[in-house]
């Protein structure tokens, strides 16, 4: 299929597909995305639920934070522990936010956002994607097609 895209946690127990190219990927630089993932910043894909498919190993839950309060649900490999995906609590069902480097060709889904760059750290360079202090407004910034299936979703 030409649109399925495989990834995975690190020891390997994990391994799921996208049936889809994300409708939108970007990069959070927050105080709490680094703090849950000991990194520089998070890099999120949006994918409709329906097209997310575990193939092989488990998932557990744990409570995420979220800016806004409203939470979320970060599932990880039983395994290791990896994050794999958020449910967010405001679009529970319908989206699955994707940790993007997770997925084995990553580097064909750069983030087209950086958000919350008020907190980015000084020593990252941004590059030429747009970058927004905090949010950006979704139906400016998303393309027609992917405003589309985002709606398609019932959101
Ligand atoms: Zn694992
Ligand atoms: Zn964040």
């Known amino acids: 299929m030409k649109n399925l895209f495989w990834g995975g946690c690190s020891c390997g127990a994990v391994r799921y597909t996208i049936s889809d190219k994300p409708i939108f990927t970007q990069a959070c630089h ?16 949006f994918i409709e639920t329906i097209k997310f498919k575990l193939e092989t ?3 557990f839950e744990t409570d995420g934070p979220t800016g806004s ?3 979320q649900k970060v599932n990880r490999c039983k395994v290791c522990a990896d994050q794999i995906y958020s449910i ?18 990553a580097d064909e889904f750069p983030p087209q956002a950086h958000i919350f760059i008020k907190n980015k750290l000084s020593w990252v360079q941004l590059g030429n994607i747009p970058a927004y ?7 400016e910034t998303l393309s027609t097609k992917s405003l589309e299936r985002w709606k398609a979703t019932g959101l």
Do not use: M, P, W
Request: proline share 0%; aromatic share 12%.
């Open 57 to 59: 190993g488990e998932l």
């Open 30 to 45: 927050c105080s709490l995305c680094r703090k849950y993932t000991a990194s520089a910043f998070i890099v999120h894909s």
């Open 88 to 105: 967010f609590n405001r679009v529970k069902g319908k989206i699955t936010t994707l940790k993007t480097t997770t997925l084995d060709q």
């Open 69 to 71: 309060g409203r939470g």
């Open 133 to 139: 202090k905090e949010y950006y407004n979704f139906n």
